[in-house]
């Protein structure tokens, strides 16, 4: 979602709107547990777009995976990378703007979908 | 995000966001611009509770990032000022209150404002402003001090979050009822699990430490029909056992468990400083009069309890000596039934009131709840007996925990199938927990045994009552096709009425 400039007038007097401050992007790693390294996984949120890069950091395997909520109540959802050590992949997400998004990445098994839940980082709360 | 607001930022001229003092004119929910310390705080939304005749409670608590591991959703470690509106329209032109409090680190970013001076047995409209954002409006009402015309109010508990959408929760901020009771098991301290989910915990252990709590509090409270129930009307909230863990008495939990699950309890919901805990304890029985329709009696059955009896175990079961109100509270509750100063008496409470046995057999319990009121015959009998000598005109027990609806009318002695109804008790499924639901009902045996029992259904839902001064009539609405389906909807599937005077749940 664009980011909007917005001039409105209302009951409270001149609205002057302007693009919210966006929301830092962040990196997050995976942690190391029994078979993975830490940050064999990694993640990053661009705000601006919002993008979500999932990538794969060490030659183990095993693949990298985005676990994220919405403000909605919903999640977790799932982001994938199956392409293997040195690989990113873009996830171009559609959030509403201002809204947050609750992330974290973690090592697991793109073939049978396994979330290695003991190798998520501890996540981050970003915003769209 | 409120519901009712664009997901833009504004800025706003002039003093109307600038400073602290005053809160902009502007109804909907909107984000303060500009470098602030802090983004939208109001992601937890509103609520209100315990109306009396001049006032009542409100309640936000500031969490720009909800979901953050450390509990603390994504505050600093400092205090903020949050400013305060309450106004008779929702457009906020005729101010009725204001004022400014302080949203403390140390409780979570949670205020609880008492405004009192309020008009009796009117609506009111309330809303916040903290670090220039404003939060969504809240609805709100005061009691009033005579006769009103009715009552209508919510019954609901039990919503596991990952079970479920909370379609009754939308059901509930569509009816824009007077009150809403939520007779526990709000938040599930134990470990994600079940067997089907439509979402799922961050945190997946056991809740068992002060930010664990309120972590999960916070993320039941990212669901947009919970927060539109709690912005559409006062609440009445009380804990059941798994506010803290499944099961627990007076007994079995540590003194630091104890208080960080009441003290999260306590941040996270609408109550007054009188609930605030002391440490290892909370003063959570109290009473909500609702002029001389209704009075509301709100229990709690679990922290001064005794030990569960052992399974089967009569001889325990009817002790005279255990307890699951403990002893102080009993008397509140027997002094209380002295005076009538309403025509219907409610106990807001957690487990089953009546008798369920099987076998209808006096001298086995092997088919009784050990957790529930038969588990604690003794106390059951002694406060059934009390509104009854005292004369307490209509008693109605209202009830969740079993994740089905019940109706059932109430006896001194079950086993006696002609001897006289002294009230009636109405139990509230689950909001979510126990997920699709679609048990099998009870057997035309175990009915014949307990023909006090009028109703049974095991779907999803709420209960929604609407009392006169002559006729109570009991909804029971269930959510089609189920909790797990993203969309359903929401219909009466039975619905009974009592009329006062004349003890009994009648068809309707």
């Known amino acids: 979602m664009r980011r909007r ?19 830092a992007d962040t990196t997050q790693c995976s942690i190391a547990a029994s078979g993975a390294t830490a940050c064999a996984a990694g993640a990053n949120f661009v705000s601006y777009g919002e993008h979500l890069f999932v990538s794969d950091r060490a030659a183990d395997g095993h693949s990298s995976v985005v676990q994220y909520w919405l403000e909605g109540g919903t999640g977790p959802f799932l982001l994938w990378n199956s392409g293997g050590n040195g690989t990113s992949v873009d996830h171009n997400l559609e959030l509403a703007e201002g809204s947050w998004i609750f992330y974290r990445v973690c090592v697991g098994e793109y073939g049978i979908r396994d979330v290695w839940t003991s190798t998520c980082g501890a996540g981050v709360t970003d915003y769209a | 995000m409120p519901s009712n607001v664009n997901r ?8 109307a966001v600038a400073g602290t003092a005053a809160i902009p004119a502007a109804a909907s929910a909107q984000r303060g611009a500009g470098t602030r310390a802090i983004r939208f705080p109001f992601e937890l939304g509103v609520a209100s509770g315990d109306p009396t005749p001049d006032g009542f409670v409100l309640w936000t608590r500031l969490a720009p990032a909800p979901l953050t591991p450390d509990g603390k959703g994504g505050m600093p470690n400092t205090d903020l000022p949050v400013q305060w509106q309450v106004a008779t329209d929702a457009a906020f032109t005729s101010i009725a209150a204001s004022g400014t409090v302080t949203a403390r680190a140390a409780e979570a970013h949670s205020v609880h404002v008492e405004p009192a001076g309020l008009a009796a047995g009117r609506e009111y409209f309330y809303r916040f402003q903290a670090d220039g954002h404003l939060s969504p409006v809240g609805r709100t009402r005061t009691a009033p001090t005579a006769a009103a015309s009715q009552l209508r109010f919510a019954v609901a508990s039990c919503q596991h979050f990952e079970e479920g959408w909370y379609h009754a929760h939308r059901g509930i901020a569509a009816d824009r009822p007077d009150l809403v009771l939520f007779l526990g098991d709000y ?19 056991e809740s068992d430490t002060l930010a664990e709590y309120r972590h999960r509090y916070a993320q039941y409270r990212t669901d947009p029909d919970l927060r539109a129930a709690h912005a559409a009307a006062p609440w009445l909230v009380v804990f059941d056992d798994h506010e803290l863990e499944n099961n627990w008495n007076s007994t079995n939990q540590a003194a630091a468990r104890k208080q960080a699950a009441f003290q999260a309890f306590w941040e996270n919901m609408p109550l007054r400083a009188a609930q605030r805990p002391s440490g290892s304890a909370i003063g959570l029985h109290r009473r909500v009069q609702w002029g001389s329709l209704a009075r509301f009696h709100m229990l709690d059955t679990r922290q001064h309890r005794a030990v569960q009896a052992p399974a089967g175990s009569c001889t325990v079961m009817r002790d005279p000596a255990r307890t699951i109100t403990g002893a102080a509270q009993e008397q509140w509750l027997l002094q209380g039934f ?14 089953f009131f009546a008798q369920r046995d099987a076998d209808a057999a006096r001298n086995t319990c092997t088919d009784h709840s050990n957790d529930a009121w038969d588990g604690y015959a003794a106390s059951r009998d002694r406060i059934a007996a009390g509104w009854v000598q005292r004369g307490v005109p209509n008693m109605v027990v209202l009830t969740g925990d079993v994740h089905r609806h019940w109706a059932a009318d109430l006896r001194r002695d079950y086993y006696d199938f002609t001897g006289p109804v002294i009230g009636s008790e109405l139990v509230t499924t689950s909001v979510t927990s126990g997920g699709r639901g679609g048990g099998a009902p009870p057997t035309a045996t175990w009915r014949a045994n307990n023909p006090h029992i009028k109703y049974v259904q095991d779907q999803r839902g709420y209960v929604r009552v609407t009392a006169t001064a002559t006729q109570l009539t009991a909804e029971f609405m ?13 219909a009466v599937d039975r619905r009974f009425v009592i009329r006062a005077g004349t003890p009994g749940l009648q068809p309707a």
């Open chain 1, 5 to 23: 400039l917005l001039v409105l007038a209302g009951t409270a007097g001149l609205l002057l709107a302007a693009a919210p401050p966006a929301g």
């Open chain 2, 8 to 15: 833009r930022i504004f800025l706003l001229g002039g003093l």
């Open chain 2, 187 to 205: 938040m599930y301290e134990n470990v994600s699990g079940a067997t089907e989910k439509v979402r799922g915990y961050v945190l997946t252990g």
């Open chain 2, 338 to 351: 002295d005076q009538h100063p309403s025509t219907w008496d409610f106990l807001g409470q957690q487990v």
């Open chain 2, 478 to 490: 269930v959510v089609t096709p189920s909790v797990v389906s993203p969309t359903a909807s929401l």
